[in-house]
């Protein structure tokens, strides 16, 4: 009978390693690629009352970064704005958002606001 019992007992025991088995792994976080809006870069306001202002809506305007620099765009208007250039759109950016975009070419990049046409900026990349 102690035979049966260590059979059954050293059975049991074989099956209760096998379910904590290799086979499970676990999971790996993943980092985005892409991220959804830093809040980094070369500072950019857009001023309060900036819908009825021209070249003076985005401070500092013009601003100048490295080849590779970013710009964030912040909206301490009480209004929605964009940030919109010949490669980039911020969409619409609420008031207190914010929007970065990366320019990894020298040039003098001209945006505007798509909601407030008269509203220009220039980021110049050296």
């Known amino acids: 009978m102690s035979y ?3 059979t059954l007992a050293a059975a ?13 792994s676990t999971p ?3 980092t985005p690629t892409t ?10 306001a857009i001023v309060g ?15 100048t970064i490295a080849v590779g620099g970013s710009v964030t765009w912040t909206n301490n208007d009480t209004t929605s704005h964009t940030s919109t250039g010949g490669s980039w759109n911020s969409g619409v950016i609420s008031p207190g958002g ?14 505007h606001c798509s909601i407030h046409p008269g509203m220009t900026g220039t980021v110049t990349v050296q």
Do not use: D, E, I
């Open 12 to 24: 049991l025991l074989v099956a209760c390693a096998g379910c904590g088995g290799s086979s499970y």
């Open 35 to 44: 991220p959804t809006t830093p809040n980094n870069g070369t500072p950019v």
């Open 28 to 30: 790996t976080p993943t």
């Open 4 to 6: 049966l019992r260590f």
């Open 98 to 111: 914010k929007f970065t975009a990366t320019f990894p070419t020298a040039g003098s990049f001209v945006y």
């Open 49 to 63: 009352g900036a819908s009825v202002m021209t070249t003076t809506a985005y401070a500092p305007n013009p601003v």
